[in-house]
């Protein structure tokens, strides 16, 4: 590894990268957990109806490429670091797939489970964005930058279905 990909970032350097990627930084407040927005909370998980954003991943990811994927949904905001984490093992889903506005896979294996999961008509209504799997992500600069170029397609998916 070269000295530059060890030393740290300062925080105007990536503030000013993720704006270039089309990301604004959240900065974590320090507010008791009742002081949560209900609104926010209740978009991000409504059991009444469609899910905002779910994230199927693959089995046997380890810590630091969870780290990677839990630090970039939630640089893009509350609905997306709270979305719905599934896992295919085996090629199938483990649990059962809600319906949601928008699905972001990571790999294409993922994929192909997810649209043996899903009826047709939730595909149909559903943004599905395909990301390289968390392994590549974590280890190559191509398959992050398609990691943002995923994640800013869903952020524009959920803002043109709320309004």
């Known amino acids: 590894?070269?000295?530059?990909?060890?030393?740290?970032?300062?925080?105007?350097?990536?503030?000013?990268?993720?704006?270039?990627?089309?990301?604004?930084?959240?900065?974590?407040?320090?507010?008791?957990?009742?002081?949560?927005?209900?609104?926010?909370?209740?978009?991000?998980?409504?059991?009444?109806?469609?899910?905002?954003?779910?994230?199927?991943?693959?089995?046997?990811?380890?810590?630091?490429?969870?780290?990677?994927?839990?630090?970039?949904?939630?640089?893009?905001?509350?609905?997306?670091?709270?979305?719905?984490?599934?896992?295919?093992?085996?090629g199938q889903l483990a649990a059962d797939v809600p319906e949601a506005q928008a699905y972001l896979v990571f790999g294409e294996a993922q994929a192909h489970a997810l649209g043996r999961a899903l009826p047709a008509a939730v595909m149909n209504?559903?943004?599905?964005?395909l990301a390289d799997e968390p392994a590549l992500v974590l280890a190559r600069a191509d398959a992050k930058r398609r990691l943002w170029n995923a994640l800013r397609s869903v952020r524009r998916a959920l803002a043109m279905a709320e309004h």
């Open 1 to 90: 590894m070269s000295t530059a990909a060890q030393m740290p970032v300062d925080a105007g350097h990536r503030d000013r990268v993720l704006r270039a990627l089309g990301v604004t930084p959240w900065v974590r407040k320090a507010m008791p957990a009742a002081a949560v927005p209900m609104s926010e909370a209740a978009q991000a998980v409504s059991p009444a109806g469609p899910v905002a954003c779910v994230v199927i991943l693959p089995q046997g990811c380890d810590t630091r490429e969870l780290d990677l994927i839990g630090r970039a949904l939630n640089t893009c905001g509350a609905i997306l670091g709270r979305a719905a984490r599934l896992v295919v093992s085996d």
């Open 125 to 129: 209504r559903a943004q599905i964005v």
